[in-house]
C-alpha cells in the first residue's frame, strides 16, 4: 500500500540498510520465526506497521463518533442503529464501534510491543545506536498514545506490556489495571519516548510530522497529566514547557483555515499528523460527512452537526471557526434535528442541513484529508486551563488570547475573566469552538466535570415529534461498556456500570 512504501521509505532514511534490501523485503509473515526481526528493514517494516494503526476505524471515524457523536455537539445522522445508540446515550456492551475500537486499539497497542521486544532480536551492523533509540522511541510513544485513548474510552484496563504469544487462559486472561496505574505507564512510556527521540529527525517536515517526536511524547504527556483523574495540572504546564522548547518550534498558524483546507500539510502548528495519500492509501471518512455538492452522492450523511454548537459559533460571534467547521446544503432528505419539510404536490422541498467541514475533499472514498493526533493549538488552551487551575489567571487569559486573536475574536471579557470558575468556562468554551469534529469534546467534558450536566440540559428538539430529546445521562454512562464479547471471552474483565 502507498502510505506503508511511504513510511517505510522514511524510516529507511535513517537506517544504513541498502535500497536493494529494502526492495527485496520479504513480508514478515512469509518468514520463519527463527529468522524474523534480525535485520534493520524486517524491524522499520514492523514499526510502519504500528504506525499504520492510526489508519484503523478507532482512529478514522469512532474517534468522532465517542467524542463528538456522543456529546453536545454532533448528531449521529445517517441510517446506522449503532451510531444512534452513541448519539443517544444508549450503548450497549454488544455495540459493534465498542468492540471495533477495543479490538484495533488493542491491537495496535500489540504491534508497538512487538516492536519494543523484538528489536532486541536484530543485530544488524547497519542499525546504529541512535536509530535503535528512535525506533524503541517511536514505539512507547504509540503505545502510550493508543492506551491514553483506550483508558478515556473504558476507564481501567487491561495493561499489557509485553508481545502476546501464547493462548493459555492465564496468559490472555489478563484483569483490568487500576486507572492511575494505567497512566503512570502512560507518562513513564512519554518519559522514555522524550528521552530517546529528537525534536525534529531532519530539515523535511513530511518525515517530522509523520513520525513521534520528543515534542509529540511531551505534549501526550500534558495532556494525560490533565486528563487522569487527580488532575495534576503542574507536571502539564512543566511537559508543556519541554514541547514549547522544542526545535521544532510549533506555532499558532496565522490563519485557521489553513489548518484544514487541504493544502498546508505538515504546518508548524501540527505536532503529529496521519498522512493520508490518497488512492488505496486515503482517508475514507470524508466520503461519509460531506453534503452531495462535495461528495457526488446523495445519500444522508453521517456526523452532521448539532444545533447547540452552532448556536455556540453564533454566541461567540465566531464566524472563521464556524464556515471553516460547518457547511450549510439544502438537501432532498429530511433530518430529524434540520428540517422534516415533506414534499408537496410530489415535489421535494429542500431541506438546509448543517454538515461537518473540517475534511473538505471526498475523492471517492481515498481523501488525502489529514487527522491530527496531536496540534499546538489544543496544546495552546490546555496550558490556559493548567494556569488558570494553578492560579496563573493572567496567563492564562492571554493564552486563550492568543487562539481568540487569529480567528478576528474580542480578548476574552471582564465577565469571562472576573473569577477562576467564569474563566474555566470561558476556556472550555473556546476548546470547544477551537476543536469541534477533532475528537477531543467529550473528554473535555469529563475532565471538567461537566459532562452528566451538559448532556441532560442540551435541549436538543426532535422535530418528528417537536419534543426534547431526552438524554438520560447518568454517571455510569461516561465510560463505555466494556465490550460483551471481551467479557465472555476473559473471565477476569469486570464489566463497567451500565
Known sequence: ???????????????????????????????????????????????????????????????????????????????????????????????????????????????ANLVIQRINDVNDQTLTTERRNQIIGEAYFLRAYHYYNLINLFGAVPLILEETNSAAPEDVNIPRSPVNLVFDQIISDCDLAASLLPDVFSSDNSINKARATSGAANALAAKACAQRPSHNYAKTLEYIAKAEKSEANYQLLDDYNHLFDGNHYNNAESILEIQYLGADEGNWGPQLLLPPSISGDSWRKFVTPSQNLVKAFDAAGDEIRKNTTILFENVSWIDEYWSVEEPTNHTPKPNRVAFGYKWKNAMGWSSTDRQYILRYGDIVLLKAEALNETGKTQKAISEVNK???????????????????????????????????????????????????????????????????????????ILLPIPQQEIDRNKNLEPNPL
Not at 526481526?37 to 482512529?59: M, N, V
Not at 476543536?435 to 440540559?457: G, H
Open 403 to 477: 487562539i481568540r486573536k487569529r480567528v478576528q475574536l474580542d480578548p476574552l471579557s471582564d465577565d469571562e475573566t472576573s473569577s477562576k470558575e467564569t474563566l474555566r468556562i470561558a476556556i472550555l468554551n473556546e476548546r470547544r469552538l477551537e476543536l469541534a469534529q477533532e475528537a477531543q469534546r467529550w473528554d473535555d467534558l469529563v475532565r471538567y466535570n461537566l459532562v452528566v450536566s451538559t448532556m441532560n440540559n442540551l435541549g436538543e428538539i426532535d422535530l418528528r415529534t417537536n419534543t426534547l430529546v431526552n438524554y438520560n445521562m447518568t454517571e455510569a454512562k
Open 1 to 111: 500500500m502507498k502510505l506503508k512504501y511511504y513510511l517505510i521509505g522514511i524510516l529507511i532514511t535513517f537506517a544504513t540498510s541498502s535500497c536493494n534490501d529494502f526492495l527485496d523485503l520479504e513480508p514478515i509473515s512469509e518468514e520463519s520465526t527463527a529468522n524474523a526481526y534480525q535485520r534493520a528493514s524486517q524491524i522499520e517494516a514492523a514499526l510502519t506497521g504500528a504506525y499504520e494503526s492510526f489508519q484503523s476505524d478507532a482512529y478514522v471515524w469512532n474517534n468522532i463518533m465517542f467524542q463528538d457523536i456522543r456529546s453536545d455537539n454532533h448528531y449521529a445522522g445517517g441510517d446506522n442503529p449503532s451510531i444512534f445508540e452513541i448519539d443517544l446515550l444508549n450503548i450497549s456492551p454488544t455495540n459493534d464501534k465498542v468492540y471495533q475500537s477495543w479490538s484495533n486499539i488493542y491491537n495496535a497497542i500489540l504491534k
